[in-house]
């Protein structure tokens, strides 16, 4: 089949998933823009990154399931790849952060959780 020769539904419904895509990419961009401070600006991004992904991923087996006539699954990668790597880095970043701005002092920042010494059962009181 010809790319030409996909279904209406087809098209439309690919068309609708990409500019859900594009509306999650102007609102990660506006929330970098427009929040306040680190903390808050790092979730909108991570947020509307991987629900633009899923989209463009969703359309992307849409299309290319109907042109080939067959499911075509090798695309979900792409997002399970995503759902994996983005909460990690999001993490990470939100720890660098924490480290410099306990590092400056900076007031309302709580100090690190000290590990618990753990008591052996004999010296148990």
Known sequence: M?????????EVLVALLLLVSAVMALTSAIGLVRLRDFFARMHMPALTATLGV??????????????RQGLSLSYWLVSILMAI?????????????LFRLRGRHDPGIPPPVQARSVRAPDQAG
Not at 54 to 67: D, E, K, M, N, R
Request: net charge neutral; proline share 6%; charged share 5%.
């Open 54 to 67: 899923w989209c463009v991923t969703l359309a992307a087996v849409v299309y290319f399931s109907a042109l």
């Open 2 to 10: 010809n790319a030409a020769d996909a279904p209406l539904w087809v």
């Open 85 to 97: 790597t983005v909460p990690v880095t999001t993490v990470m970043l939100a720890r660098a952060a």
